[in-house]
């Protein structure tokens, strides 16, 4: 099973966004997306949701959950 950090990092990369441009959307610091990424650190609820709908993927998916 994959870490949110590795799901959001994948994400990231497959459309081609950056911390600073996630962290702009989600209405967070890019330091704050940055301890997702780098330190392990999972977002809270609210959050996830903004991530889940950005992307269009599930909350099941950004937990390692699911692979779709």
Known sequence: MKKFSQILA???K????SQS???RHLGISQQTVGTYLN???EPSFDILIKIAKFFSVSM????G???Y
Do not use: Q, W
């Open 10 to 12: 994948d994400l990231m």
């Open 14 to 17: 497959e459309e081609g966004i």
């Open 21 to 23: 441009a996630l962290s």
């Open 39 to 41: 330190k392990g650190y």
């Open 60 to 63: 099941d998916f950004l937990l």
């Open 65 to 67: 959950l699911t692979d």
